[in-house]
């Protein structure tokens, strides 16, 4: 079945700088690549995601690349600022109809 | 619009006990999903369901149980509680398997 890998598990930063999560896929048939954002005891929210006909997508200070070669998947958060930090999420769509995710990235922005 | 809505928000078992998550949501969405939020595990799928009247085993299926018997309801069951169900419960929907997927508030269950 599909497996997800995200890393880091934990990953702090100082205000200002970047952080990148990457996350790798195995299921050769996954096309769906969303990000999603869980503040302290909220549910996730999607915050970004791409599709396999795209190398790339920005949204302002987010963006994510996808290497559909190496299967692997990347998010970027570019200036960062306190109200980014919450654990981070990245899921793959199995070739059939599961929503697979990784086991989550805590960013913390240090002020 | 109020997207997908758990019910309960809390609840404590007493190990043995049985009980029903509920999980409703109003946009119309085929793909329904139950996951368990346990800390450092992420999100893990326990069930799906891919339409009305339709189930699938997701990543950690034993102990539970699921209907939908509606398409805007998914219900989530526990017959026999224990302590290693204790965790967060997320019910998500999405349009397809290849979109959004919107997540209900979580419930936090307790098994003792």
């Given at each position: 079945g599909e497996n997800v890998e995200q890393h880091p598990s934990t990953l702090s930063v100082q205000e200002g700088d970047s952080a990148v999560i990457k996350c790798t896929y195995s299921d050769s048939a996954s096309n769906y690549f969303p990000w999603y954002k869980q503040e302290l005891g909220k549910r996730p929210q999607l915050i970004?995601?791409?599709r396999s006909n795209v190398?790339?997508?920005k949204d302002q200070r987010i963006a994510v690349t996808l290497n559909k070669t190496a299967k692997h998947?990347?998010?970027h958060i570019t200036e960062t600022q306190p109200e980014d930090s919450a654990v981070y999420f990245c899921a793959g769509g199995e070739g059939t109809y599961k929503y697979i995710f990784g086991t989550g990235t805590r960013l913390k922005v240090l002020a | 619009n109020a997207g997908v809505t758990q019910t309960p928000k809390f609840r404590v078992l007493k190990t043995g006990q049985s009980m029903t998550l509920l999980c409703a949501q109003d946009m119309n969405h085929e793909y329904m999903y139950w996951y368990r939020q346990d800390p450092g595990m992420g999100l893990r799928l326990i069930h799906y369901s891919v339409g009305e009247g339709?189930?699938?085993?997701?990543?950690v299926p034993d102990g539970y149980n699921v209907s939908r018997l509606k398409k805007q309801n998914f219900l989530l069951g526990l017959e026999s509680a224990a302590p290693s169900q204790t965790?967060?419960?997320?019910c998500a929907s999405s349009y397809t398997p290849w979109a959004e997927a919107?997540?209900?508030q979580?419930?936090?269950l307790t098994v003792v």
């Amino acid at each position: 079945g599909e497996n997800v890998e995200q890393h880091p598990s934990t990953l702090s930063v100082q205000e200002g700088d970047s952080a990148v999560i990457k996350c790798t896929y195995s299921d050769s048939a996954s096309n769906y690549f969303p990000w999603y954002k869980q503040e302290l005891g909220k549910r996730p929210q999607l915050i970004i995601d791409i599709r396999s006909n795209v190398g790339e997508k920005k949204d302002q200070r987010i963006a994510v690349t996808l290497n559909k070669t190496a299967k692997h998947f990347s998010l970027h958060i570019t200036e960062t600022q306190p109200e980014d930090s919450a654990v981070y999420f990245c899921a793959g769509g199995e070739g059939t109809y599961k929503y697979i995710f990784g086991t989550g990235t805590r960013l913390k922005v240090l002020a | 619009n109020a997207g997908v809505t758990q019910t309960p928000k809390f609840r404590v078992l007493k190990t043995g006990q049985s009980m029903t998550l509920l999980c409703a949501q109003d946009m119309n969405h085929e793909y329904m999903y139950w996951y368990r939020q346990d800390p450092g595990m992420g999100l893990r799928l326990i069930h799906y369901s891919v339409g009305e009247g339709t189930t699938a085993k997701g990543e950690v299926p034993d102990g539970y149980n699921v209907s939908r018997l509606k398409k805007q309801n998914f219900l989530l069951g526990l017959e026999s509680a224990a302590p290693s169900q204790t965790s967060v419960y997320f019910c998500a929907s999405s349009y397809t398997p290849w979109a959004e997927a919107f997540f209900g508030q979580g419930t936090r269950l307790t098994v003792v």
